[in-house]
């Protein structure tokens, strides 16, 4: 499995453009892949999202590689790995935008919409039924990887870093087991605190 994560100028993924790709083999960790690149001509731009990632508009000016170069390079490592699964938080939104791009620059896109979503197994986890809260994120990635025994990924948001975080969430809900050095001075964690927010909701 391949976990992803992208960072982009807004949540539209017709009208924004994608800013910077991070990757993991979620087999072989040290396996990683990040890249940045400019925008398509015309794409529209959020200052909120560009708050979040940390990109200035001064940076995206200067990067002449084309979403779709940053793209192509990411499929080119992705095809060094044997699984076409992708994994994430919130991961549709992340494949949205991967498609979208390729779609945009006419790309072959060999990954399937089957996606694993940490919010989605860790719900399960918590014995919440997540149908009855359809296209509601119940808790952000944050909630999640506190509840697991983490720290709160640090602002600005990073693409490589955040796939860490996500594959690191992954497995400490699947198997309960760390999975990256950097993150093995923290002990996995399975207190339920992160059930209060879901009271609001019933």
């Not at 690191?168 to 050095?181: A, T, Y």
Request: with cysteine.
């Amino acid at each position: 499995m391949i976990i992803v994560d992208v960072e982009t100028t807004g949540l539209d993924p017709i009208r924004n453009s994608i800013l910077s790709i991070g990757a993991i083999d979620f087999e072989n960790p040290e396996n990683q892949f990040y890249g940045e690149c400019g925008i398509w001509k015309g794409a529209s731009i959020s200052k909120t999202a560009l708050k979040i990632n940390g990109f200035k508009m001064e940076q995206i000016k200067k990067n002449t590689k084309t979403p779709g170069e940053l793209l192509s390079e990411f499929l080119d490592w992705a095809g060094k790995i044997k699984s076409r699964k992708l994994g994430g938080y919130y991961t549709r939104f992340d494949y949205s935008f991967l498609k979208a791009t390729a779609d945009r620059f006419k790309l072959t896109f060999p990954f399937s919409d089957d996606v694993l979503d940490l919010h989605d197994i860790f719900c399960e986890k918590m014995g919440i039924n997540k149908s009855m809260y359809e296209g509601i994120l119940l808790f952000s990635l944050n909630e999640i990887m506190i509840s697991l025994g983490m720290p709160p990924e640090p602002d600005p948001h990073n693409a490589l870093r955040g796939a860490k975080y996500t594959a690191e969430g992954i497995l400490r809900v699947q198997k309960e087991k760390n999975l990256l050095k950097e993150f093995s001075n923290y002990p996995v964690s399975g207190n339920d605190d992160a059930q209060v927010k879901i009271l609001s909701f019933e």
